[in-house]
């Protein structure tokens, strides 16, 4: 499975960007996907995931984000978003999307959860 991250930019405080994670080589719809950041110097955390569609696409975010980011999936597209509203400085990274077929009990915060990985893009969040 190859993943594709794209969307991120720079952006002042308090604005909006929405980043894609397009998929081949496998069907997202039946996956589990996430969204994940790492600042330099810091240790790559956990944003957001969603589940497969036999797991109802339940959505689970890190408290950080929640309220303010939202992940959805276009099954017809093969691509996972993730809306990021009222983006704050620290929300500056690189995000990177990952996914797995695995189905692993659990939120499914850790990046060691997820198989695949896109290469990541640069958010930047001015203030």
């Known amino acids: 499975v190859q993943l594709q991250a794209s969307g991120g930019g720079s952006v002042q405080a308090g604005g909006s960007l929405r980043l894609s994670c397009a998929a081949s080589?496998?069907?997202?719809?039946?996956?589990?996907t996430g969204w994940f950041r790492q600042a330099p110097g810091k240790e790559r955390e956990f944003v957001a995931s969603i589940r497969r569609s036999l797991s109802s696409s339940t959505t689970h975010y890190a408290d950080s984000v929640k309220n303010r980011f939202i992940i959805s999936r276009d099954n017809a597209k093969n691509t996972v978003y993730l809306q990021m509203n009222s983006l704050k400085f620290e929300d500056t990274a690189v995000y990177y999307c990952?996914?797995?077929?695995?189905?692993?009990?659990?939120?499914?915060?850790?990046?060691?959860?997820?198989?695949?990985w896109g290469q990541g893009t640069q958010v930047t969040v001015s203030s």
């Open positions: 990952g996914t797995t077929e695995r189905h692993v009990a659990g939120l499914m915060i850790r990046a060691d959860d997820y198989a695949y």
């Open positions: 080589g496998g069907t997202l719809s039946r996956m589990t």
